[in-house]
């Protein structure tokens, strides 16, 4: 049964690109969030998607855009990237409505904005 | 959303109980009390959820007093492989998940 795989592993991109991260859900889930993790914090959310639809979003503006694929697939996407955009991308998936909240994570998409 | 307080970071010996507390004064009805453990370069993982008293699984047990304002979470016998980050969150189960800066554990032999 495979788990969350994401990719890619590791990637580097200059200012103002534009990149697209992948993630496959855990077998029989539905269900697909996102968080960016900056080197030494806490994952941050940036949204969840369901049924193809955004359902929750944190706190990232507009250049953080996501789908849902109707194999439960997802991708991320962020334009003109920022320094600043550098950070672990973590994939979490779960199932809807999810009696405990719990999630299962990739291992993540590292991304280098120089 | 509840926020939470963690130590930053402890360090205990190998074959040692290790409890780190969680504070969470204004935890909503709702809400639920969630543990995820996260090594360096891996996603977080899924320790233990509870609602209030004890709740205990293979691996940590979870003590949530009666006012549910704190949960400390015990892991028996450490082992270096222990050695992680521990995240504490609050909140209604399928609900964004908000994590923290969590507790950097680390276990010595």
């Known amino acids: 049964d495979a788990g969350v795989t994401q990719s890619p592993t590791h990637l580097i991109k200059t200012r103002g690109q534009q990149v697209t991260l992948r993630c496959s859900p855990k077998s029989g889930h539905d269900t697909v969030s996102w968080y960016q993790q900056a080197l030494g914090q806490g994952p941050q959310f940036i949204f969840q998607y369901y049924e193809e639809e955004e359902r929750q979003r944190g706190n990232f503006p507009d250049r953080f855009s996501g789908h849902q694929f109707p194999n439960y697939s997802s991708e991320l996407n962020v334009n003109a990237l920022l320094l600043g955009d550098s950070a672990l991308y973590l994939c979490?998936?779960?199932?809807?409505?999810?009696?405990?909240?719990?999630?299962?994570f990739g291992e993540g998409s590292r991304l280098t904005v120089l | 959303l509840a926020k939470t307080t963690q130590p930053i970071s402890m360090d205990s010996y190998e074959g040692q109980e290790v409890n780190i507390t969680c504070s969470h004064n204004n935890i909503a009805t709702n809400d639920y009390i969630t543990w995820y453990q996260q090594f360096p370069s891996q996603g977080p993982r899924f320790i233990i959820q509870?609602?209030?008293t004890k709740v205990t699984n293979e691996v940590a047990s979870l003590f949530i007093p009666a006012d549910r304002k704190s949960s400390t979470l015990s892991l028996p016998r450490v082992s270096l492989s222990d050695t992680a980050v521990y995240y504490c969150?609050?909140?209604?189960?399928?609900?964004?998940?908000?994590f923290g800066a969590g507790t950097r554990l680390f276990v010595k032999a």
């Open positions: 509870g609602y209030k």
């Open positions: 979490a998936s779960s199932f809807w409505p999810s009696s405990t909240g719990e999630l299962f």
């Open positions: 969150l609050v909140g209604e189960r399928g609900f964004k998940t908000i």
